[in-house]
């Protein structure tokens, strides 16, 4: 299906993405998709209505019993699920232990995959994520990988005040069978170890327009 211009970032947890995401989208006047609220979003239901987690079978109940919806505001897009917006509760600590287990469930990714297929049949956007450049969108051709050192993204972490086991997240998202993550062969890795949040945006904004993305306004 035909679908508008795709920005696909993805990386590991606390590689500064979402920020960088964030930002790009914004100077371009795109759309901002976090796919990680998502997946977020899932786990916090199946917590908040006591379903474990560890059940395949029962979360995909669960799946098939949640109605979800991607909205638009002020250029980001916001994950509803049952008319409900988690907001904060999406990074809460029992969030962040157990999202990189619904995260290998098959359903989960089917579903959360066709909704992130459909963000881009309205307007150009910015995704963020894990699979965006190798599942989700694997025929754009803007991809980019973002990358910290292990110790600057735990620092990052850290930083803002969040208690996140990063490693052990990244170890499973790696690992799965269920589209793990991946650098795309044809994404452009970037380390932003030792650059700062406008160094990568303007590193990224500049690789865009050579690669003849303009802005709509320019
Ligand atoms: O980007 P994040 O740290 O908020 O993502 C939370 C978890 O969701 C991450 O540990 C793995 C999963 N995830 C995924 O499997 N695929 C995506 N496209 C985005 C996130």
Request: aromatic share 6%.
């Amino acid at each position: 299906m035909q679908h508008h211009t795709v920005i696909a970032i993805d990386g590991p947890a606390a590689s500064g993405k979402s920020s960088v995401s964030k930002a790009l989208a914004s100077r371009l006047g795109y759309l901002y998709v976090n796919t990680g609220a998502m997946y977020r979003a899932v786990t916090w239901l199946a917590l908040r209505l006591g379903v474990d987690v560890g059940d395949a079978a029962a979360v995909e109940h669960l799946m098939q019993q949640a109605a979800f919806e991607c909205v638009k505001r002020d250029g980001s897009s916001s994950f509803l699920v049952n008319g409900e917006d988690p907001a904060d509760a999406l990074v809460s600590p029992e969030v962040n232990a157990a999202v990189s287990q619904i995260a290998t469930l098959q359903e989960v990714r089917r579903r959360l995959v066709s909704l992130q297929r459909d963000c881009a049949l309205n307007q150009p956007l910015v995704m963020e994520g894990r699979d965006i450049g190798t599942v989700v969108f694997p025929e754009t051709p803007y991809k980019f990988y973002v990358d910290a050192s292990a110790e600057v993204r735990a620092a990052r972490r850290a930083g803002q005040g969040l208690e996140d086991s990063v490693n052990q997240r990244d170890a499973m998202d790696k690992t799965r069978k269920e589209s793990p993550l991946l650098i795309a062969s044809d994404a452009q890795r970037i380390d932003t170890s030792h650059m700062s949040l406008n160094e990568v945006v303007d590193e990224i904004f500049s690789r865009l327009q050579a690669a003849g993305i303009r802005p709509p306004s320019a």
